[in-house]
């Protein structure tokens, strides 16, 4: 039985019984249709009490999904995580994180197999599992998230896999491993893919070839800098180029992975709850999917923007009606512009909680700052900031008016000075998403403030806000 599930902006299990989340999305892009398996979370449990399934969205239009039964659940595994989907002949393989417990509670992690004629009924292989870390190069604590490529040159099977060096250095040892199979169901081991020396993991590794560049994507965190990260090369086996760059958003947007063909590629992540419901609560695991599309320039860089068919999630337009609260401001219709101002300008107009919000921002000379508050009042007493800051390349997103100091969250970009800006920004319950130029995006997860306007503000500068619209969007139900 499938449910449809529309005017969900951010996908979520629908079971809130059971207190069920979204995790690591496994996305296959098949016939015209978007798959998007996950890894079924329950109330964010931790290792070693895990149990963790396999989920599965389908959608034709990144817009309405159906949400379709289990695909493959723990039965002699202990848990099920994340893995891969891929097409062979006619027939679908899934290679699947499978834990095992031993009866002094040590954990380990192996690659399970599962095959399907239709992407829905899964038939686990009796081998299971097909692969166990070879002690002699990787830790058995470390032995996940199989992704299967084909290696032309090769004539075999490539599987990258989550893994840690053997005797590598403290703190230092993650890597991608590497097996290799002729028949996709035997596999031998071979030594790391790319073992870099740069932290403890480089999760959910994924290979793919685009206009001859080829990216390695992996997440994890080096560096002082969380999320999921890519390096190119014109080679399959590297040398692996670091880009200035590499992420596709913030240490919120976690574990992503991309679907697609040779026109178009979607990457999906996640966006972790908050212990507590509170702003400045500590991260948990599971929470709910965020999805960009993933697009490439001339140079062969990669950048992440708004899937167009997500502003159509934007409903009701909303008159903008903005009052000046400091400064000389103009307004014209869907236009507002703002004299030099030594210090902060600002309007603000009634918004609905729940907002679409896009405008082009055009600097009139140097300007320090400028951008957006949501959830706040007239005065600014409490809410949130989107602020783009051209003069330091960067654009941060935080709360303020709380009792207890959140971080802000903060994205480099590219930037020229005097150069208009491009803004949308999703503010859909407790999630918040801005992109920038079509190049850059940020996802942040807020609970504490509820305020009923938004505001436009400038700081030290000028310039003009157009093509401003608020639309309201669904209802959060969740």
Known sequence: MHKRLTDVVHLRPTNRADEAWFGDPVPFYWDGTWHLFYVWD???LVLPRVCH?????????????????M??????????????????NG????????????????????ICHA?????????????????????????????RDGFPIWNEAAGEWWMLTTASVQGGPHNRHGCIGLIASKDLENWE???????????????????FQWNGWWYLLFSGGYGGVAGTF???????????????????????????????????????????????DVDHGKTQWGGHCAMREVWQDAAGYLWAKCPQERLAFGQEQIPVNLTARRGDWTFDGSSAKVAPVNGMAWATMPAPQNSLIRFRFTPHGPTERFGVFVRTQEELRTGYRVAVDQLRDHFSLYSFGNKVHTPPLVRPMLSEPGETVD????VSGTIYEVFINDRHAMVGRYYEHRGDCMGLFVEDGSGEFSNLTVQALPTDTW
């Open 42 to 44: 329950q109330g964010h």
């Open 53 to 69: 399934s396999w989920g599965h969205f389908v959608s034709k239009d990144l817009v309405t999904w159906d949400e379709y039964p």
């Open 71 to 88: 695909a493959v659940e723990p039965e002699v595994e202990a848990s099920i995580g994340t893995g891969s989907i891929m097409e062979h």
């Open 91 to 110: 027939l679908f393989h899934m290679y699947y994180l499978g834990r095992y417990f031993t009866t002094n509670g040590v954990m380990y992690e192996t």
């Open 115 to 143: 095959t399907s004629t239709d992407l829905t009924t899964w038939h686990k292989n009796p081998k299971n599992p097909i692969s166990l870390p070879d002690t002699s190069r990787y830790l058995v604590s470390d032995w």
């Open 189 to 207: 081991p071979r030594d790391p893919f790319w073992a870099p020396s740069l932290g403890w993991n480089h999760e959910c590794p994924e290979l």
């Open 230 to 276: 890519y390096r190119r090369s014109r080679s399959m086996t590297g040398p692996w180029e670091p880009v200035k760059f590499d992420t596709f958003d913030g240490n919120q947007f976690y574990a992503a992975k991309t679907a697609g063909d040779e026109n178009r590629r979607i990457i999906f992540g996640w966006v972790p709850t908050r212990e507590g």
């Open 423 to 426: 803004v949308t920004i999703f």
